[in-house]
């Protein structure tokens, strides 16, 4: 089965630019998963869905990021304006709509602010 | 909210010999603990897991244990080969909600 798609893989942008990232689930995973991960950390939830709804958004800094589900399947993060410290790689996993089921995640996209 | 701490930050061991990585978590309605594997570059991939009804789980090398009165769950490799020289995550989850990681464990075998 096709994994998580995510684009682009990389992304170089100026600080107080504006971005956004793409992510397609497994087809069938009810549940979508945006984390961040800075160079020698964990990955950091920033946003989970269920479907379309949100279950979990209380990590991600709603004065500069949002991100959106739209029909249930692929979803988009956006930041804007961008920081310095924004620099990481940006994760998407998904699973399926279960307890205690395994978090499949895609290859991630590398973002550097400069 | 759950917060996951592990320990070590970084393990060296000798091939064959065998590593040990501990993970503690703060909410006791967590039920599920998934390990991840990440090679460098790559995206994490699930090797074990174990639910809170369950006190050890093991795969071939890697085996994982729980301790739900202490609230701590540990990673054991026995047999180290050089390909599982990579970075651990540990995780923790209450039912289908918010999957949080620990720090992570850069595991390097010496040959």
């Known amino acids: 089965e096709a994994g998580v798609a995510q684009s682009p893989r990389y992304k170089i942008i100026e600080k107080r630019q504006s971005v956004a990232f793409w992510c397609n689930p497994i087809?069938?995973?009810?549940?979508l998963y945006w984390y961040q991960q800075i160079l020698g950390q964990g990955p950091k939830l920033l946003i989970q869905?269920?479907?379309?709804?949100?279950?979990?958004d209380s990590q991600l800094p709603k004065d500069r990021f949002s991100a959106e589900r739209l029909k249930g399947v692929d979803s988009t993060l956006k930041i804007q304006p961008a920081k310095l410290e924004d620099s990481a790689v940006y994760l998407c996993?998904?699973?399926?709509?279960?307890?205690?089921?395994?978090?499949?995640f895609g290859q991630g996209t590398r973002l550097t602010v400069v | 909210g759950e917060n996951v701490e592990q320990h070590p930050s970084t393990l060296s061991v000798q091939e064959g010999d065998s590593a040990v990585i501990k993970c503690t978590y703060s909410?006791?309605?967590?039920?599920?603990f998934p390990w991840y594997k990440q090679e460098l570059g790559k995206r994490p991939q699930l090797i074990i897991d174990?639910?809170?009804?369950?006190g050890e789980k093991k795969d071939q090398r890697i085996a994982v244990t729980l301790n739900k009165t202490a609230k701590h769950f540990s990673l054991h490799i026995t047999e180290t080969q050089p390909e599982d020289s990579a970075v651990y995550f540990c995780?923790?989850?209450?039912?289908?909600?918010?999957?949080?990681f620990g720090q992570g464990t850069r595991l390097t075998i010496n040959p």
């Open positions: 996993a998904s699973s399926l709509n279960s307890p205690g089921t395994e978090a499949f």
């Open positions: 087809s069938g995973h009810a549940t």
């Open positions: 869905f269920q479907n379309n709804g949100v279950v979990d």
């Open positions: 909410d006791s309605a967590s039920n599920y």
């Open positions: 174990i639910r809170s009804n369950v």
């Open positions: 995780a923790a989850m209450r039912g289908a909600q918010k999957l949080v």
